[in-house]
């Protein structure tokens, strides 16, 4: 049997100055028994301290962080991270590290506005992941670039033995989907990374957004329930009066899907690329 066990930890609902929200940001330590390594890092200072205190509980070593996108709240609290274990390879596939060292600056300057300089600074890139295998202890975990999710270019990291799968923001898990970035054909490129997901036929999947509450085996919950959205929100597009319409015909859909923010501003731009006139 596997050594291997993981330790999620789900970031805050955060509050924006826009009276919009940012929805909660998982980590997750996966934790042998001597070696660890977390997947995506945080971005608010608390939360990447509380992340440190349970790397440190662990009683491990912390030899790699791996980026799973180039979204900055799954990897700005990597300087800091780096500072505390300097020892530790920060890694990503090659795309996502490209993307990473490419739009950084942009990143820094957005979120600092963004969240009114209350969020972490950061300049460390990780660098490329080019085999897409990590070692815990011995035992191998796969980086798997599956495609298209909120943005193109998503990795998941699995771990075969214990048949789980760190999925980033390729799974959501009762939060709303952001569709914002992307059309419908980015959409539909979604469905099928999430089908490729789901090929792995895990049995643990943690979401790169989800209420803390909520369990990380529930696979139709989780993978099941990322899809229908995307389904559901493609049919609804097409025949919402607008988007008030298409927020209020989602929620009746998902009525207990959290960060209503992602939602309206998915209804909005998606009709404005989609319904012009709408």
Known sequence: MSALRLDVY???LRQLDNGGQFSPT???????DSESV??????MRDDVDEVIRRVESSGTKLT?????????DHYFGLERLLERFPDARALAAPVVAEEIAA???????????????TALDNTAIPEPLDDGTITIDGESVRAIVVGQADIPNNTVLHIPSIAAVVAGDVIYNGINPFLAASDADGWR?????????????????VAGHKRPELPDDDIAASVGATASFIRDFLSEVEVADGSRDLVERMQRRYPDNGNPSALILSAVTALKRHRPEA
């Open 103 to 117: 739009g950084n600056e942009a990143n820094r300057a957005s979120w600092a506005e963004m969240f009114s300089g």
């Open 64 to 72: 790699a962080i791996y980026i799973t996108h180039a979204h900055a």
């Open 38 to 43: 977390l997947v995506d890092t945080q971005f």
């Open 10 to 12: 789900t970031g805050p």
């Open 26 to 32: 998982t980590s997750t330590l996966v934790i042998g």
């Open 189 to 205: 490129g979604w469905l099928e990374s999430i089908a490729k997901v789901a090929a792995l036929e895990p049995r643990i999947v």
